[in-house]
Every structure is written in C-alpha cells, then in structure tokens.
C-alpha cells in the first residue's frame, strides 16, 4: 500500500510540473505567433522598421500575454492557467473560441486596466498628459486628462450603480451594461501591434493586410514617442454627451462642432481664443464643403 501511494504521488507531481510547464509555454509570445500569424508578421515588421528609423517603442518589449491576460504582466498563477485553457480551445475542434460562453474565459478584446497600471503607476495620479507626448498639433491647445478621477469613478461608482440597477430589474436601457469596464485604459487608447486590423477578426487578403500595414503606419507615426493613438472624440463623447446624469450634466465633448469656448478649456486649457476661432473657421468650412458635396448633380 505504501508503494502504491508513491506512484501516486509521483504520477500527481508529474502531472502538475507538465500542467505548470505547458501553462507557462501557453504564454510565451512564440506560442501566441504560433496561431495569430498575422498578427505576429505586423508585429515583426514593426518592430523592425521602428528600429531601422530610430522611433522608439517600448510595448515591443513586453509579451502578448502582459497586455491580454490579466495579471499577465505580474506573472500569476491565473493567467498562466488562463493562457493554457486559451490554447485548449484552439486544439478541441469542439470549442469556438468566439463564442461568449468560451471567450468570456478571457481577455481578448480588451486589455485589463491592471496591466497597464503595472507598469503605468502614474495613470491614476496624472491629470495632464505631458507636451512631449502630444501630436504637434494637440501640442497648441494641450490636453487635461484627469486620469484618477475616471479610473476611481469606474471603481467605486459606475460599475456599483450599473450593475446594482440591473440586478434589480430596473435597468436603464440607455446604458450600455456590458461595457461596465468601458474607462479601461485601450477603450480609449489603441495599441499599435493591433491598429492594422481595425475591429477586424478574420484574417485579412494579403493584398489588403499590406495595405492595412502601411495605412496603420502612417497614422502611429504621427506620435513617434509612444505609437500609441490619442484617446478619440468619439471615446470621450460616449459619456461627455451634455446630458443630465444623475444629478450632474456631463458636459458636452464636441471639438466638430462645438461653440462653447469655457467646454473646449477643460481639456485644452493651453487653447488661445484665436486658436479657437480659427478652428471654428475651419470646421465651418469644411462642413460648407460637404453640403456642397451632398446636392444634387454633384454626387460622384
């Protein structure tokens, strides 16, 4: 009996250090590539032209799984067994890793916040996002991000209402509930090694993935300090939308077509009145521009 026992135990050890080393395995950037061939060919090919023009990247560092696993970056016992069952799912004919019963398993279209922070500590205590790391021309008019504010608002007050509501049955039905997680740090910025695809899931032509290729290039070139995209209007006007919340109305974000100069301030307060004016020149013309476009006998 005793020596059975020990083959137990040997057989129970052999069994962990293979589990242990495949959920290790599961996680390294070389078995990512294995499957997402696109993927890693855009990411080389990045890096490598990053290098060649002395633009500097720092992500290319870190593996895929630091970025969408969560706790990956801190190396937890989680997202090792999360990367392995991750695999699973792409070596069982019988799992779609698509669907939400499977993928809800994982990160894999959203970035945990804690991932960034793990290497980003300064997020939540920043409230204006350095002039270096500005697009020239955002550089004018500057940006005040109040990163603490929003990442303690999803903390300790969207998500708790959201979903105490929904619990209860009396959901708001202008409330997006599956975004709970919507002031996560990608919902705003866009990661480089992705950017080509642009919502896309299935692979692409490779004509067209050359395209995508050079296109996502041109546009992450225009901040070569971080190649990493400016939070969008359109993510911003998601809850920026000048209506009443709650007691409070969240002002309106409208840099298209906004008149309001003292709203323009609370991002931009390096913003010059006649830096503003100008821009409503701009816009105005260009919005004349399309209504010329649009009336007929001048359609393409």
């Known amino acids: 009996m005793g020596k059975a026992w020990q083959w137990y135990l040997i057989g129970l050890a052999i069994v962990v250090v293979a589990v242990a080393g495949l959920a290790e395995l599961s996680v390294q ?6 499957c997402h061939t696109q993927e890693a060919a855009f990411s080389e090919w990045m890096s490598k032209r990053l290098k060649a023009e002395k633009k500097g990247f720092s992500h290319e560092l870190i593996a895929c799984a630091d970025c969408h696993m969560k706790g990956g970056a801190a190396r937890t016992v989680g997202s090792r067994l ?10 069982v004919p019988q799992l779609d890793p698509r669907k939400p019963l499977v993928s809800g398993m994982f990160s894999m279209t959203k ?8 290497c980003h500590l300064a997020a939540i205590n920043r409230k204006s996002v350095h002039l270096k790391d500005l ?25 708790k209402c959201h979903e105490r509501y929904k619990e209860k049955g009396a959901a708001d039905k202008a409330v997006a509930y599956t ?9 705003c910025h866009t990661r480089a090694s992705h950017s080509y695809r642009s919502g896309q899931l299935l692979p692409m032509t490779e004509a067209k993935f050359l ?43 409208d840099c298209n077509n906004g008149k309001n100069f003292d709203d323009c301030m609370k991002c931009h307060p390096l913003m010059t009145k006649e830096y503003f004016e100008q821009h409503r ?12 476009d649009r009336k007929p006998g001048n359609a393409k």
């Open 211 to 253: 395209e995508a290729r050079q296109e996502a290039w041109n546009q992450l070139s225009k901040n070569p300090r971080w190649m990493i995209a400016m939070p969008s209007e359109q993510s911003c006007r998601r809850c920026h939308n000048g209506k009443i919340h709650y007691k409070t109305r969240i002002f309106l974000a």
């Open 111 to 118: 970035t945990p916040t804690e991932n960034c922070q793990y």
């Open 135 to 159: 697009t020239p021309e955002l550089v004018k008019i500057g940006l005040v991000m109040d990163h603490r504010k929003h990442v303690l608002a999803r903390d300790d007050t969207c998500a």
């Open 179 to 187: 975004e709970v997680n919507h002031l996560a740090c990608d919902s």
């Open 29 to 34: 950037s070389s078995s990512c590539m294995a």
């Open 82 to 91: 999360d990367g392995l069952l991750h695999s699973v799912t792409y070596l």
């Open 281 to 292: 020149r701009k816009m105005d013309q260009r919005s004349l521009a399309l209504d010329t």
